[in-house]
């Protein structure tokens, strides 16, 4: 029986159906592997399900030149914390699981728009600290979603799902960029970066990668309105962080909602000292039935290449 390491905590029913086919080394941690567990894996294992924060990078490749695994059935859509052609060179396969997430990474994206446009994470703030003295007419006055127009700058399937609630549920103007010419299959239209960041609220849905890093600096933040929010529930580095902080800081857009940050973990205490600036700790997939989903999608896939099958979702 072929030997596969799971790097992190997963649900059970996905741990279990691995055990079938697999002799499992489960490692029940909530902390991504570090160096010496990164070239371990490769040496040890027929095969690895890594999630995000497993760094295979290059020189972990490099330091392993001929592993013993053969695949890496990564657990999550975004892949940009493995170098895809290092691991091809050093003969394995990397499988990801989209389709997945879809819907559950765009409800967060929803999320973020109402409680960054409606101050509702600073009310609650208020509330708990006791500050609160009552209902009047111009407490916390925020934006009114319905009927603005959002700018989603990435129109995969996330990025499509969240214009779909937006238009259908709050009557919102849609408009996006995209690399490629697509028709979205809704009212919207397509076009320029520069116009898109011209949106009342701008969502950011595109792919990790090297592509992306930084696809959101300074002069991006600048062609943005001052009364903008910026939303992100793509990957942290697509925002160049110390910029954002700085628009925010000298009012060239109002506010941000943010699901995921360049050097995460970590978090930029200037950003967490913000009251316009929503944070929530990487939730988009957080509900147990995506990430049962997430984790059998991974298992098909090293099932299929058990079996000498095409694998379901090669990247």
Request: charge should be neutral; charged fraction near 20%; aromatic fraction near 4%.
């Amino acid at each position: 029986m072929q030997r596969l390491f799971i790097t992190r905590c997963l649900p059970d029913s996905v741990v279990a159906r691995a055990r079938t086919r697999f002799d499992v080394t489960y490692r029940d941690a909530e902390t991504p592997l570090a160096p010496d567990e990164l070239r371990a894996a490769l040496r040890e294992h027929d095969a690895v399900l890594p999630t995000l924060g497993d760094l295979f990078r290059a020189e972990v490749f490099a330091d392993v030149p001929q592993p013993r695994a053969r695949i890496l059935a990564n657990f999550g859509v975004g892949y940009n914390h493995i170098d895809v052609a290092a691991a091809r060179a050093a003969g394995l396969r990397v499988t990801n699981t989209p389709g997945a997430v879809t819907d559950a990474t765009a409800d967060i994206a929803l999320t973020l728009i109402l409680m960054t446009a409606r101050r509702a994470g600073e009310g609650e703030r208020l509330l708990r600290a006791g500050k609160w003295t009552g209902w009047h007419p111009t407490q916390m006055l925020g934006m009114h979603v319905s009927g603005r127009t959002v700018g989603i700058i990435g129109m995969g399937r996330i990025g499509k799902a969240i214009a779909h609630r937006c238009h259908f549920g709050f009557g919102m103007k849609v408009i996006f960029h995209n690399r490629s010419t697509i028709d979205p299959g809704l009212p919207a239209i397509q076009l320029p970066l520069a116009e898109v960041l011209r949106a009342d609220i701008v969502v950011i849905a595109v792919p990790g990668g090297a592509e992306t890093h930084h696809l959101i600096g300074a002069a991006e933040l600048a062609r943005m309105r001052p009364e903008a929010i910026l939303i992100n529930i793509a990957r942290g580095d697509v925002v160049h962080e110390a910029a954002l902080v700085a628009a925010l800081q000298a009012g060239q857009i109002a506010a941000a909602g943010l699901d995921v940050y360049e050097f995460e973990p970590k978090v930029a205490p200037a950003l967490m000292a913000m009251e316009n600036v929503t944070l929530l700790p990487h939730l988009g997939t957080a509900a147990l039935e995506v990430r049962e989903a997430m984790g059998m999608m991974a298992v098909d896939n090293l099932f299929a290449h058990l079996d000498g099958q095409p694998l379901p979702n090669p990247v």
